[in-house]
């Protein structure tokens, strides 16, 4: 039998106002009852640096925006200047004493350290070769559903090997392969660099892109 102390608080008033006052308690109810107590929850995580109210100290050494060192300053005092440039005061070096803050932009600091983590992610992936097949006189729309795929491959940091394949008499206009992957060089120009040139085994021609 559970209770908590709120329900076994109730049952005890109930009970006196039935005239109840100083009776005892059974010993079998009070070895099996247990008061449960509400779990108490841990304080989040703070993620990233504290910055502006989230300082609470009376002093900081301040940076300026301009990367100027403006000494110990009182905290308010970093604040307003902070406000009043539009910007935020955030601790940079919590261990110092007084702990380190610079006046800066908040949200672009969070989105520099959000881009080097997801470089950081990406030199760590495993690079691996994805195939892209296509045919020398594929039409527009299949052309654009191929070039979507390869666009996804690279911003997961793989690189592409465009493959064409020569059927029968295909092999006679090897020009139009060349100008396929001609195209999609061009296309990719912005992202992606040529590893491996265009060239022709077999029945196939391929090339080899990897994002820049």
């Known amino acids: 039998m559970l209770l908590t102390s709120t329900q076994l608080l ?5 009970l006196r106002r039935r005239g109840a ?5 059974p010993k079998q109810f ?8 509400p779990f108490k929850t841990d304080a989040p995580v703070k993620d990233g640096p504290r910055s502006n109210r989230e300082i609470r100290i009376p002093k900081v050494q301040l940076i300026a925006a301009d990367g100027a060192n403006m000494g110990i300053v009182p905290t308010d005092q970093a604040l307003r200047m902070a406000e009043e440039a539009g910007l935020d005061l955030v601790e940079i070096s919590p261990n110092a004493e007084p702990p380190v803050c610079k006046i800066l932009d908040l949200g672009k600091l969070k989105y520099a350290n959000q881009k ?3 470089e950081a992610r990406k030199k760590q992936k495993i690079v691996e070769v994805k195939e892209i097949k296509m045919r020398p006189n594929i039409d527009t729309h299949d052309y654009e559903v191929k070039m979507k795929a390869i666009g996804r491959f690279f911003e ?3 690189k592409v090997k465009v493959t064409l394949k020569f059927r029968g008499r295909e092999m006679a206009h090897q020009e139009l392969g060349m100008k396929l992957l001609q195209q999609v060089k061009e296309d990719t120009i912005e992202i992606a660099k040529v590893e491996a040139e265009p060239k022709l085994e077999g029945r196939q021609m391929m090339m080899v892109l990897a994002p820049k």
Do not use: L
């Open 10 to 14: 109730r049952h005890f008033r109930q």
């Open 21 to 25: 006052r100083g009776c005892s308690y």
């Open 30 to 37: 009070v070895e099996n009852t247990t008061i449960r107590r």
């Open 116 to 118: 080097k983590a997801a």
């Open 156 to 158: 997961e940091g793989d």
